[in-house]
């Protein structure tokens, strides 16, 4: 690696990314944009690759693939985590990873399933790969890589003034998911949701589903999954605490812990999520039939499973999951990817990426 100012890693093992990497290659070359590039093919890749990029002094990383690959691009902005919180050098005093290079901007390169943090990022817009190409375009031909741009909050004008001439910002920093699962047998950094229940069950449908499945849009693979996990829906007994107060308890079998707006191929948990707000939205489907929980499915792209009372939704920073029945536990995924099981823990890191947008 040399240093260049923009490294795009890719998804080689999913094929829609694979079909994306010429255009994003031939894009950036037709813009005189310098750039190195990785194609991961093994777990774990995409993030030990982002991290030694960042270490070799890269400014921005570009993720070609899904949600799971910009997860896992995320994962590796940040010190490596451990199973426990022994005070290593990989967490700072208040316990959150260690960031390779706090200045180092993320760049979002959609070609997934459900490209629910890119659909966030946008106000619930699904753009084409190439809109998100002239922004990556635009941010580096300001010198991104040096990692000097100001950020953009959403509180922020888009337009900035400089020298006379409003020039759009390029760059606003975002909260991280901190995850724990197995009573913190394993940790791990996500950007967009957490699903715990049928939202992980169906996760793993997804990943496993065959190549003439995988042609199918997003929604329509998720919904795929989803019928036979409805068909064995069973409450379990689950106990929630969020700020280290108890909040809930109740038997579910679907709960959400959320950063951005959309999960699950365009399900709209919480519409009032704000990705730098510094809190997590939490929700629990209490105590529902089958037949009554179909019926919000059908609703949720839109919010409007919000308005069931059994439907309860609360913001914290700190998330606490377990079955009240220790053996009777309840499967955990995050930005599409199966990380474990309950007792399980969430906790917000501020501000902790910077994004292009």
């Known amino acids: 690696m040399s240093g260049a100012g923009l490294f795009v890693v890719v998804n080689h093992t999913a094929a829609r990314a694979r079909l994306a990497w010429p255009r994003v290659r031939e894009a950036l070359a037709g813009a005189g944009v310098s750039f190195e590039a990785h194609e991961s093919t093994r777990p774990g890749e995409t993030e030990e690759r982002t991290r030694a990029a960042l270490r070799a002094g890269f400014g921005t990383i570009a993720a070609v693939g899904g949600d799971g690959t910009l997860s896992a691009a995320a994962s590796g902005f940040f010190e490596p985590l451990g199973a426990s919180d022994d005070g290593g050098l990989s967490l700072d005093d208040d316990g959150i990873p260690r960031a390779v290079n706090p200045s180092a901007v993320l760049a979002v390169l959609p070609a997934g399933t459900g490209d629910d943090f890119a ?99 997003g929604e329509a693979r998720f919904a ?55 809190l997590l939205d939490v929700l629990v489907v209490c105590d529902i039939s089958r037949p009554a929980l179909l019926r919000e499915l059908t609703r949720v792209h839109r919010g409007g499973h919000l308005k069931n009372p059994r439907v309860k939704l609360t913001r914290a920073t700190h998330v606490r999951v377990e079955t009240v029945d220790a053996a009777d536990t309840l499967g955990v995924e995050a930005d599409g990817d199966v990380r474990g099981n309950t007792p399980a823990e969430f906790r917000v890191m501020p501000s902790a990426l910077r994004v292009v947008v």
Do not use: K
């Not at 809930?248 to 950063?259: D, F």
């Open 119 to 217: 659909r966030g990022l946008t106000g619930g817009r699904r753009d084409t790969l190439e809109a998100w190409l002239d922004r990556l375009v635009a941010h580096c031909r300001r010198g991104a890589g040096s990692g000097n741009l100001e950020d953009e909050s959403a509180a922020l004008p888009r337009l900035t003034d400089e020298g006379g001439a409003l020039v759009r910002r390029t760059a606003r920093r975002v909260d991280v998911l901190l995850g724990a699962v197995g009573g913190g047998a394993r940790r791990f950094v996500c950007l967009n949701a957490a699903t715990l229940g049928i939202g992980a069950e169906v996760a793993g449908r997804v990943a496993a589903q065959g190549a003439s499945v995988r042609r199918l849009p």
């Open 224 to 278: 795929l999954a989803a019928l036979p996990r409805l068909a064995s829906w069973r409450n379990r007994r689950v106990r929630l605490s969020v700020d280290g107060r108890a909040w809930a308890e109740c038997g579910t079998n679907l709960l959400a812990v959320v950063n951005g707006t959309y999960a699950g191929g365009g399900m709209n948990f919480s519409p009032g999520a704000s990705l730098d707000d510094g």
